[in-house]
């Protein structure tokens, strides 16, 4: 029964992520790049709530493993190929290594220790590939592609321009489809459907480890450690292994980023990113299967849409209020949108920790409730 | 020696404000069992009330010239401060010397700022995990410092200490060593001793009046002594308040060092927090031990012959690979992260923590 819930799950979040480009068209976020950004930070959260959302331990440091896949990922493009399967390989391998060592030393501790050693080894990572790394990094430039990279396996006929990121020939930015369907300029594009793909391949390895022994044993560290630790059995095996799942989760992020737009730099692995993913998951609701990428889509979309909003605008939308009062609504709202989108997140993070700890999914589940009463099956769809 | 001695001044001023912010955040932590996020972001604050104090006090009534006249030929305006008008030599006085102004309105508010936030918001979070503190107050952080940064723009805003206090001394001289071998900023001097009367000011208060023993019967054992019919959630709330002054004041006197900015507290406390792991949770000396310590040791490890004794050991262990020399050229920036890696690895509990100190 709850294999077939399960399937269904992924069936229908499969249908939803592969028709995205029809489905976001007349909210006007259907454009590759944000829908490929949708992508990779889904994975990215998925990964995260695998930590955070099964045992309950809270990093900050997780920008650090997507800056370093990212930082992978564009040496693979520079040294061997600029097809992005090689790439995202080793981007998910270092970043599997990388995780290990951090987790290794900051699982030692738990509850806020852990927190503070993840915050602060992201933030050497951080100087590190600010300032002391620049042979690796390029520090504070970044590394970008050249034309005189080696590129040992792709032929050498591209002389003149950059080459692009392709899978096998499929170029990454390539809009291989536009068509026109209902008044909508519809852009199906390569780079996306390969987010796409391995969106929805992370999602069925999340609810695969959400149901397997080894989710339960997660869950049991949560619950309650000590008692784990009184049956006999050390739970610092279980929480390294999703801490490792985790960092090459974000480091399969961090490849993606890097295969969309190939360049990377250290503002990746800065630690208000590790907080944005954070975010991300508890606005969502932590530990249910389909609410970090929920809490990642909203996050980038609302990120999207208020940075566009300036004061022209919203004098536009109250021109039809007397000018005082005009002026007042866009005196008030003005620090919120635009370039005050951070003053907005932070807020609305607070109101979900205050009030909705559960997050979006939380808050629907309550909805539906209210709405429905005793119709429950269809308010707990997606939530384990 | 004075290299020496010039590396450990160096340190003291960064190492005064992670020992009081440090500080703060062991109070908090020791009284109300928070980790306080957003700890920081009161340091900031503080900054920006003595931003703000300088820009008050340097109102002016504009007044026209009746004789001097601009290029274009209207009457030249005089700015006269409001102050100078209403105090006379007094108003000079304050403008010049408006960081101290500032440190005096700053003690009410950051105490108002404290209290307010314990009442109002953390208040909520004490039955709820440590994740949901963690959070909430990171939110909070994240909300003050983008006020702030909507208020006075992004740029650093820089303030100047007062004439008197400006310029270098001649450290080495005034403790007996050769003229000119050790210059130091006086500035950065006061700040050191400002924070170390800080520093002794709330240890007295905690050791030596009735409060503070009442406070600290509080950190050892809550229950009890509300049991004994004490109030101690008020006198916790203050002791918020005051650890949020503490910060604040940090923040004040920090600011002709370094150019207040929206994020500065940000910066400040993820060292802060490194700095109380090290420290050991939960203990005030560690905490200001560890402050001052990783202050000094951050800025020998910027020493460039610090660099090349290391460099030569590693000679001599045939450890001399280019991957390593890079490390040790960057040494200073991520020598504190490293010391606190090390020190919970051998030493989990920290110098003078208490072990299984919040574990859960």
């Not at chain 1, 059995?233 to 799942?245: D, E, G, K, N, Q």
């Not at chain 1, 360049?263 to 975010?279: C, D, I, P, S």
């Not at chain 1, 309550?366 to 099956?377: L, S, Y």
Request: hydrophobic share 55%; with cysteine; glycine share 10%.
């Amino acid at each position: 029964m709850n294999l077939m819930k399960d399937r269904f799950l992924l069936i229908i979040f499969a249908c939803v992520v592969l028709a995205a480009p029809l489905i976001f068209a007349p909210t006007g976020a259907a454009y590759p790049d944000l829908l490929q950004r949708f992508a990779i930070y889904g994975i990215f959260a998925i990964g995260f709530n695998i930590l955070f959302g099964l045992t309950g331990y809270l990093s900050f440091g997780h920008a650090a493993f997507l800056g370093v896949g990212s930082y992978s990922a564009v040496w693979m493009f520079k040294l061997l190929s600029m097809n992005i399967v090689p790439a995202l390989l080793l981007s998910i391998v270092v970043a599997g290594v990388f995780s290990l060592l951090i987790g290794y030393v900051s699982l030692r501790r738990s509850g806020i220790y852990f927190s503070i050693l993840t915050l602060a080894l992201a933030q050497m990572s951080y100087n590190l590939a600010y300032s002391v790394l620049t042979p690796l990094t390029n520090g504070e430039t970044g590394l970008q592609l050249r034309l005189d990279d080696a590129r040992v396996l792709d032929a050498a006929g591209d002389a003149g321009s950059l080459p692009s990121t392709n899978f096998f020939g499929l170029e990454m930015k390539e809009v291989f489809w536009n068509p026109t369907v209902f008044g909508y300029d519809l852009q199906f594009n390569w780079g996306y459907y390969v987010c796409a793909i391995l969106l929805i391949a992370s999602f069925w390895i999340s609810i695969r480890i959400f149901r397997s022994p080894f989710g339960l044993m997660l869950r049991a560290v949560k619950t309650n450690q000590t008692r784990l630790n009184y049956t006999g059995i050390s739970s610092r095996p279980y929480t390294l292994a999703a801490f490792v799942i985790s960092g090459m989760f974000a480091g399969l992020a961090g490849g993606l980023l890097a295969s969309m737009d190939p360049l990377a730099g250290a503002e990746r692995m800065q630690w208000t990113v590790g907080g944005e993913v954070v975010l991300m998951v508890v606005l969502g609701g932590m530990g249910t299967l389909i609410g970090p990428i929920l809490g990642a889509v909203f996050i980038k979309y609302f990120e999207n849409i208020f940075s566009k909003i300036n004061d022209g605008v919203l004098h536009g939308w109250f021109a039809i209020m007397p000018e005082w009062l005009d002026n007042a609504m866009v005196v008030i709202i003005s620090p919120f949108v635009g370039k005050g989108w951070h003053l907005t997140l932070g807020a609305l993070f607070m109101l979900v920790v205050i009030f909705l700890p559960g997050g979006l999914v939380d808050g629907a589940k309550r909805i539906g409730r209210v709405i429905t009463g005793a119709n429950r099956r269809a308010a707990k769809v997606g939530i384990e | 020696m004075d290299a020496i001695l010039l590396q450990i001044l160096n340190g003291i001023d960064k190492g005064s404000a992670y020992a009081l912010i440090a500080l703060g955040l062991t109070l908090i932590f020791g009284t109300l069992g928070v980790v306080n996020f957003a700890h920081g972001a009161l340091f900031m604050i503080g900054a920006f009330v003595a931003v703000t104090m300088g820009k008050v006090l340097e109102i002016s009534k504009i007044t026209l010239d009746p004789v001097k006249t601009d290029f274009l030929g209207n009457p030249a305006k005089i700015k006269t401060p409001y102050v100078t008008e209403w105090f006379g030599n007094f108003g000079f006085w304050m403008i010049e010397w408006s960081v101290l102004v500032s440190v005096i309105v700053a003690i009410p508010v950051m105490i108002l700022i404290g209290i307010i936030m314990e009442r109002g918001l953390i208040k909520h979070f004490y039955n709820r995990p440590h994740a949901d503190q963690i959070l909430v107050t990171f939110g909070l952080a994240i909300v003050l410092q983008e006020i702030i940064k909507a208020v006075y723009g992004a740029n650093p805003i820089p303030q100047s200490a007062p004439d008197l206090l400006k310029g270098s001394v001649d450290f080495g001289m005034m403790i007996g060593m050769a003229e000119n071998s050790v210059i130091y900023p006086l500035w950065r001097l006061v700040y050191f001793c400002f924070s170390v009367l800080i520093i002794g000011g709330v240890f007295a208060f905690l050791r030596f009046t009735t409060f503070g023993m009442v406070v600290r019967a509080g950190m050892a054992d809550r229950e009890t002594v509300g049991l004994l019919g004490i109030n101690i959630d008020k006198r916790f709330t203050i002791m918020f308040g005051v650890a949020a002054a503490v910060a604040g004041l940090a923040g004040v006197m920090y600011t002709p060092i370094n150019p207040p900015n929206y994020h500065m507290g940000m910066d400040f406390l993820v060292l802060s927090f490194v700095v109380v792991v090290v420290g050991g949770m939960g203990s005030l000396p560690g905490a200001v031990a560890a402050g001052f310590l990783l202050g000094i040791l951050e800025s020998f490890a910027s020493m460039p012959e610090a660099k090349e004794y290391i460099i030569t050991a590693l000679e001599w262990v045939y450890l001399d690979f280019d991957f390593i020399l890079t490390f040790i050229k960057g040494l200073d920036q991520i020598v504190i992260y490293l010391v606190a890696v090390l020190v919970l690895l051998v030493r989990p509990r920290g110098l003078m923590g208490k072990a299984g100190m919040m574990e859960e």
